[in-house]
């Protein structure tokens, strides 16, 4: 409160921006793409800074007065950072039949996004690690096991029950070998990143965006 009182912006610009990370912060968890305490993190930010903040004599290069909504996009930005660890994982895998052994059935688009964000593990280190998530969905069809990478971005669903199954599966000697999983980190983590990148670099994706729209119109 203090802070808001401080500021010499416009009241108007200032509940705006509150409004805006306000349902930011309750539309996410509520969609599961977000955890409550990412979201209440993310409203206690956007009260302390609604608007960009002023470091001294040094002004931040962004365009966007919404200091919220930066922060915001540039933590999105920095997750994307995250597929490298997949991606160097499964380059350590000689050979793509072994990569998707027991799923060849599925389609290439359906690999190629399996490649970028999840990796194989044993089925221990999946019960054993509260920060990776099944990628994939097992079915027990007569004495067949029918496999199929799942992509969802909710991160309420029913993990317990997934890795149940798959457990199930493993026992029942109709998996072997690892599984595919996801690493999962708190949203938390970026919007700490986006945090710094705001305060350092500016609005990144602006940058992306106007330098996309100078070139095209460049080449007209």
């Known amino acids: 409160m203090l802070r808001l009182v401080a500021q010499t912006g416009s009241w108007l610009l200032l509940l705006f921006s509150v409004a ?42 962004i365009v966007n007065p919404f200091f919220p909504l930066v922060v915001f996009s ?65 079915r027990r069809q007569g004495s067949a096991l029918e496999r199929h990478f799942k992509f969802e971005m909710r991160v309420d669903s029913d993990l317990q029950k997934e890795v149940a199954e798959i457990r199930a599966a493993a026992d029942s000697r109709l998996l072997r070998g690892p599984v595919w999983v996801s690493p999962g980190l708190p949203f938390l983590v970026f919007v700490t990143v986006g945090l710094g990148l705001s305060l350092l670099l500016g609005d990144i994706v602006w940058y992306i965006v106007s330098s996309l729209l100078n070139s095209l119109a460049m080449l007209v």
Not at 22 to 32: E, K, R
Not at 37 to 54: E, Y
Not at 96 to 120: I, M
């Open 74 to 138: 540039n933590a999105y930005v920095a997750s994307l950072a995250s597929i490298l660890y997949p991606i160097q994982r499964n380059l350590r895998t000689h050979a793509s039949h072994e990569l998707f052994e027991g799923l060849d059935e599925e389609g290439r688009f359906r690999k190629v996004a399996a490649f970028l964000t999840g990796y194989r593990v044993a089925v221990e280190e999946l019960e054993s690690n509260h920060f990776l998530f099944p990628l994939e969905s097992v």
């Open 20 to 61: 805006s990370a306000l349902i930011l912060s309750i539309a996410l968890p509520h969609l599961g793409l977000w955890g409550g305490a990412d979201g209440k993190a993310f409203l206690c930010l956007a009260i302390m800074n609604p608007v960009t903040p002023v470091l001294g004599a040094f002004v931040l290069p």
